[in-house]
């Protein structure tokens, strides 16, 4: 009904100043989105950021306190009910019916969406294939494992074929091989037209994502896509070898131009102040000489410059 | 919308049937609870344990003794040598009473106006006996009560000049005044307040405990639609609960059930969609189960007690009556009672079924008001 229409608009979210307050506490601090259509864009921090508070925000779960939500062309507030038939929600924690079977679960949820005799059967035949459950579906929904229940989760959240899907730290649960697999299923879906807002606290799944929001105690410290965000970074990274790297990371943390310094193999992977000249000497002056080497900065490098109590605007 | 409603109601139903404690508790309360009441519980006080103080040490005394046996509201299970041993018994809690007959009982039976046709203007008109009570008890107290006045014909060897009684008792519907009787239909009322608000009042709660909740409420699914089909299930279980306690009582207490089978329906699914909804509202006021259950209890215990299941309605002050009428076991007791011992129809009892409706209605309306589809 709205498709032609929908060709038109930009942005599948669109935040301006959103800001939700718990009492005292402040969980989601002036937060501006802008999250294209068709994109898969990321959350990424820490537990405790702000990141399940802002997607139920943007879900319209929770009231904001303040600011302006668009989602799908609509203003969120007042169309949280119209929205939801465009909108799919997987939750951080499994949140079908333990005691129902996978079909059982799967019909439950299609017949809540509307979905009836032929059609509802035609799409829960083809969701079963899709995320490989057909041999599960007389298996309780309790008794799987992490990466079935997450599947059947997708499975769920996705049954209506929403145009934006909100993805809680999908793959908390999961082991690295279904983690992969389970990407390559939202890349999938991406490619199907479906905005993918999804949160984690990995950084590789981080860099998979189009473009992704670092957030740190209620507010988005950066943002942008992988590549941009890496190369805007406001350090330098510098790799030192030699030996009695432990004493020598104490050193270097302590100064004030140094954001960080972590042991990685054998080698300390230093991140120094954009200001400073040339890291190379600077580093060599402070640790006696050592080898060192400018390095590719990675998503971490990133993460760790612009959190903490050292991070640089 | 139907179609929503139905899938929660499948959904709920099945949930139900896996959840073998609550489906065993669905049958084994009211089981229980029947025989408790059927068997254990009597409000006619019988066998009571009391004492004899008899100074008097006659074949009319021992007579009387046995008189007393005979009525078997009493066992004498000891003597006494003086009213002062049978006081310390009674303050122990060995005898509930102790009766006293003095040395010249004799005498006093004898010229007592009842059975002295002699001396019909007698100016002796002393009692023949005296009883002790522990009144804390009003029921054994009472029970003593009612031997004031009992014959001692053959005792006197006659029968006494006693006048034609004031008013003559026919009792309708329970003639042989069996406690049970009353009971029974009292009983549906009581376990379906109970089962009925335990199983709605953790019913949301419980989809925000297991999580499901912030995953229902981000689909298209309506706040009546989801209490609609939560309550629905439960309402095959309460008529299953009354057919269960009726049948029981009817085949293992003979209770007599006069009612039209449909009066009785009616009756019951008004009273079950009240309980169910009384519950929806506890749990979208309780944020975990155990606040749920909490609050059933502080619902069913006024229910128990003021609903006229135990003391009689008529005898309560006007407040406690007030707060009686609120709640809606008041009315079904009323009315079950009304349909099964008196074959009353749903008809005459308007007034109580259109509180239950209006009372369900209410209900339903806060219910889903109250739940928002929001989380915190």
Same mark, same amino acid.
């Given at each position: ?15 301006? $100043?959103?800001? /939700?307050?718990? +009492? ?9 989105? /802008?999250?294209?259509? +068709? ?58 019916? #333990? ?10 949820? $299609? ?20 995320? #490989?459950?057909?041999?599960?579906? =007389? ?6 494992? +992490? ?20 993805? #809680? ?48 105690? +209620? ?24 030996? =009695? ?29 954009? =200001? ?24 971490? #490098? ?12 | ?8 109601? *499948? ?15 669905? *049958? ?106 522990? !009144? ?18 053959? %005792? ?26 009353? *009971?029974?239909? @009292? ?41 609609? @089909?939560?309550?629905?299930?439960? %309402? ?29 329906? @009616? @009756? ?10 009384? !519950?929806? %509202? ?35 002050? %006007? ?30 009892? !308007? ?5 239950? !409706? ?5 209900? *339903? ?12």
């Amino acid at each position: 009904m709205t498709s032609n229409n929908s060709e038109q608009i930009e942005y599948a979210i669109e935040a301006k $100043g959103l800001s /939700k307050r718990f +009492g005292e506490n402040i969980a989601v601090n002036k937060l501006d989105l /802008k999250i294209p259509k +068709g994109s898969i864009y990321g959350f990424l921090g820490p537990n405790g950021c702000g990141k399940s508070t802002s997607i139920r925000l943007l879900t319209g779960l929770l009231e904001a306190s303040e600011g302006d939500v668009t989602i799908l062309g609509k203003p969120l507030q007042g169309h949280e009910e119209s929205l939801k038939t465009r909108i799919g929600y997987m939750t951080q924690k499994f949140s079908l019916y #333990d005691n129902l079977t996978v079909r059982e679960n799967l019909d439950f949820v $299609g017949a809540i969406y509307g979905f009836a005799g032929k059609r509802k059967k035609a799409r829960i035949e083809e969701l079963l294939a899709l995320y #490989d459950l057909e041999k599960q579906t =007389k298996q309780f929904a309790g008794s799987m494992s +992490g990466g079935q229940k997450q599947r059947l989760a997708l499975a769920c959240a996705t049954l209506h074929s929403p145009e934006l899907l909100f993805l #809680d730290e999908p793959t908390s649960a999961v082991d690295p091989e279904n983690r992969r697999e389970f990407w390559e299923r939202l890349f999938d879906l991406c490619a199907a037209g479906t905005t993918i807002l999804v949160s984690t606290h990995y950084m590789d799944e981080a860099e998979r994502c189009h473009a992704l929001a670092i957030m740190e105690e +209620g507010n988005k410290r950066a943002d942008g896509s992988p590549q941009a965000l890496m190369e805007s970074m406001s350090a330098t990274v510098v790799e030192v070898s030699g030996n =009695k790297l432990r004493q020598l990371k104490q050193t270097l943390t302590d100064h004030p131009d140094i954001l960080s310094a972590a042991q990685i193999g054998a080698h300390l992977r230093v991140l120094v102040k954009k =200001k400073v000249h040339d890291p190379l000497l600077f580093i060599s002056e402070l640790s006696n000489g050592r080898e060192s080497i400018l390095a590719r900065p990675s998503l971490e #490098d990133v993460f760790v410059t612009c959190t903490g109590e050292r991070y640089v605007d | 919308m139907w179609i929503r409603v139905y899938a929660i109601f *499948i959904k709920e139903l099945k949930q139900l049937s896996r959840d073998r404690m609550t489906f065993g508790m669905i *049958i084994m309360i009211p089981l229980v609870q029947l025989m408790l009441f059927g068997y254990a519980i009597n409000t006619d006080a019988r066998h009571i344990p009391v004492g004899l103080v008899d100074l008097s040490q006659t074949a009319e005394s021992r007579a009387v003794e046995q008189a007393l046996v005979a009525t078997q509201s009493v066992d004498f299970i000891a003597r006494y040598r003086s009213i002062k041993e049978a006081e310390v018994a009674i303050t122990q809690g060995e005898i509930r009473a102790a009766l006293y007959l003095p040395s010249d009982m004799t005498r006093r039976l004898f010229n007592h106006p009842l059975y002295d046709h002699k001396q019909l203007d007698s100016a002796l008109t002393l009692p023949i006996g005296q009883w002790i009570v522990d !009144g804390s008890d009003t029921v054994i107290a009472s029970t003593i009560r009612a031997l004031r006045n009992m014959p001692l014909d053959e %005792v006197a060897n006659h029968t006494a000049t006693r006048t034609a009684p004031s008013f003559e008792v026919v009792q309708y519907f329970n003639p042989e005044q069996r406690t049970v009787v009353n *009971i029974v239909p @009292g009983l549906v009322a009581v376990i379906l307040t109970m089962t009925m608000i335990l199983f709605t009042s953790a019913a949301i709660v419980r989809e925000h405990e297991h999580g499901n909740m912030e995953f229902l409420i981000t689909t298209p699914v309506r706040s009546m639609e989801l209490m609609i @089909g939560k309550i629905a299930p439960y %309402v095959l279980v309460g008529l299953l609960q009354v057919a269960i306690i009726l049948s029981v009582g009817h085949w293992m207490f003979s209770v007599p059930i006069q009612g039209s089978f449909l009066s009785l329906l @009616g @009756g019951s699914i008004l009273f079950i969609f009240a309980s169910l909804t009384l !519950g929806l %509202v506890l749990s979208t006021i309780a944020k975990t189960q155990l606040q749920a259950t909490q609050m059933t209890i502080f619902i069913l215990l006024p229910s128990i007690l003021l609903s006229g299941f135990m003391f009689p309605y008529d005898a309560m002050p %006007v407040a406690a009556q007030w707060i009686a009428e609120a709640l809606p076991v008041t009315h079904f007791m009323r009315m079950i009672r009304a349909i099964a011992l008196r074959d009353a129809s749903l008809l005459l009892l !308007g007034k109580d079924a259109l509180w239950l !409706g209006l009372f369900t209605i209410g209900g *339903i309306i806060i219910a889903s008001l109250r739940f928002k589809k929001k989380l915190g």
